[in-house]
């Protein structure tokens, strides 16, 4: 999920961020236009500017169809067409895009999906095995967070467990080879209160599969990882901290004292994990609220702090994100941002300082925040939803093998959510023929207002993708759709 090759630094390169030297990008392109016979010399200076603007657009906007990007650049069908084939012959414009401030959609998103063609099969209402399987194994959770979609106390009957875990078992089975990082567990509710848990990551395992389990780490303590040594075979534990001391673990989750039990739990896990030589990985995710920024430090100093445990194995990985859902039009105000880049500057030169080896995702909106532009919001709202979804891209499974088509849906007794199960897999039914009906039987599933909470992030970057490809095909662009793929 990290950078690619760092970019080249010219002018070209580094054209889509904000405060580039637009002249001198556009003056290298018209050098490189010339030199290679591409424009002549009267022409180059104005197809050079609209390529760098080309570049800087989709550096910033990732999700525009390409007829807006032609009647932005004001140029008749034949010269727009003529630009994106020069775009694509000029890798440093390229570069540029995946780059710039919008360029983690590109890099970590859009560019790996369409690398696999998975967004075509989505297209083209083909059937596919999808391309990421989240199976949500957790009867129930200790916790009760207050933003947590979970209704209040809603679990599993523990009577489902073993019927439960084998039909996961055969997802796991069924899973094509080629994609190492094809499915992942998670929740739904937590992934540990499943005793099976261990068994399955085995499985996976042995099967060429490395999932990275998400989880509070509240029961993640010595006792479980003897009594589960499979657990040991997952490809990495990512911890959802809810704070960095139990008063603001008790505000949140509503359980006293949990915070010191998950800092003790990833303490002794540190340590074993150094002992056993395991390659397990071991990160964090963080969610900075409004006004909290400050706190970044101190989740530096709580991460140093357990390297100290296992100085020979430092945790591998943090994920930040920040929280702008409270806003009304998701943006950040002046002074907000100054306080979120300050405070960002602050955190990076105390990782370099106490936990430099740590490997940082600023997810799309805090990353383009850092490189001084505003993130495009993704706002996907009931009526820009895809009544097809997309489960050739990503499913999740739950404990009763109820197949869920959008990643907050997965929910015991959460209103409306079983609108978006597909289908149920059990036994003489496979998550194959699950998805492969509900594409070919044309199902469409018509969202009502307040269906976008179902969707996640990626869920959100998926549908914005698809709109937008199927804008580009619809208005005869199909051969360059979606700009970059
Ligand atoms: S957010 Fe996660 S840890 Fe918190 S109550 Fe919901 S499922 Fe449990």
């Not at 169809?65 to 067409?81: H, I, N, Q």
């Not at 590109?106 to 989240?134: C, I, M």
């Not at 101190?298 to 991460?303: A, K, S």
């Not at 080896?357 to 706002?379: F, M, P, V």
């Amino acid at each position: 999920m990290t950078s690619t090759a760092p970019a080249p630094a010219g002018p070209v390169a580094t054209c889509a961020r904000p405060g580039a030297d637009l002249a001198a990008a556009v003056h290298a392109v018209r050098r490189d236009l010339t030199a290679d016979g591409h424009a002549g010399v009267d022409e180059a200076a104005t197809v050079a500017h609209r390529l760098v603007r080309l570049a800087e657009h989709y550096g910033n906007h990732p999700f525009t169809p390409l007829e807006d990007a032609r009647r932005l650049l004001d140029v008749d069908r034949a010269s727009f067409s003529r630009l994106l084939d020069l775009f694509g012959r000029l890798p440093e414009l390229r570069h540029a895009v995946e780059n710039g401030p919008a360029g983690k959609y590109w890099q970590n998103t859009l560019l790996p999906l369409e690398r696999r063609g998975v967004l075509d099969s989505a297209l083209a209402h083909k059937p596919a095995f999808p391309y990421s399987v989240g199976l949500y194994p957790g009867p129930t959770c200790m916790f009760r967070c207050h933003f947590c979609v979970r209704v209040t106390g809603a679990r599993y009957d523990p009577s489902a467990l073993d019927a439960g875990n084998a039909m996961f078992a055969s997802v796991i089975d069924e899973i094509p080879a080629g994609n190492p990082y094809a499915m992942y567990f998670s929740g739904g509710l937590e992934p540990l209160t499943n005793p099976g848990l261990g068994v399955l990551s085995s499985r996976a395992a042995a099967r060429g599969l490395r999932p990275t389990v998400y989880t509070n780490s509240f029961a993640l303590t010595e006792r479980t990882l003897a009594r589960q040594p499979g657990l040991w075979d997952l490809h990495a534990v990512r911890t959802s901290l809810y704070g960095l001391n139990d008063e603001e673990y008790e505000e949140t989750t509503g359980k006293r004292a949990s915070f010191e039990r998950v800092r003790a739990n990833l303490r002794r896990f540190q340590q074993l994990r150094s002992e056993r030589e395991n390659p397990i990985r071991v990160g964090f995710s963080y969610i900075v609220l409004p006004g909290r920024i400050h706190r970044l430090l101190d989740l530096v100093d709580f991460i140093a702090e357990l390297n100290e445990a296992a100085p020979d194995r430092p945790v591998d990985f943090l994920n930040v994100r920040e929280d702008y859902s409270g806003r009304e039009n998701g943006r950040l105000t002046e002074a907000e941002r100054t306080e979120l880049q300050e405070g960002l500057l602050a955190f990076e030169e105390r990782v370099a300082r106490r936990t430099p080896t740590l490997n940082i995702d600023y997810g799309y909106a805090l990353h383009s925040l850092k490189t001084g532009a505003d993130a495009e919001l993704l706002r996907i709202r009931p009526e820009t939803m895809r009544p097809s979804v997309h489960p050739q891209v990503s499913v999740q499974v739950d404990l009763l093998g109820d197949v869920y088509l959008y990643r907050e849906a997965g929910f015991p007794d959460l209103d409306g959510a079983d609108r978006y199960i597909a289908g149920r897999v059990g036994p003489g039914t496979s998550l194959a023929e699950i998805v492969e009906r509900f594409v070919d039987d044309g199902l469409r599933i018509a969202p009502h207002g307040g269906d976008e909470y179902f969707m996640d992030g990626f869920d959100q970057v998926v549908t914005a993708r698809l709109n937008q490809l199927e804008a580009d095909v619809a208005a005869g662009w199909g051969d360059a759709r979606g700009f970059l793929r």
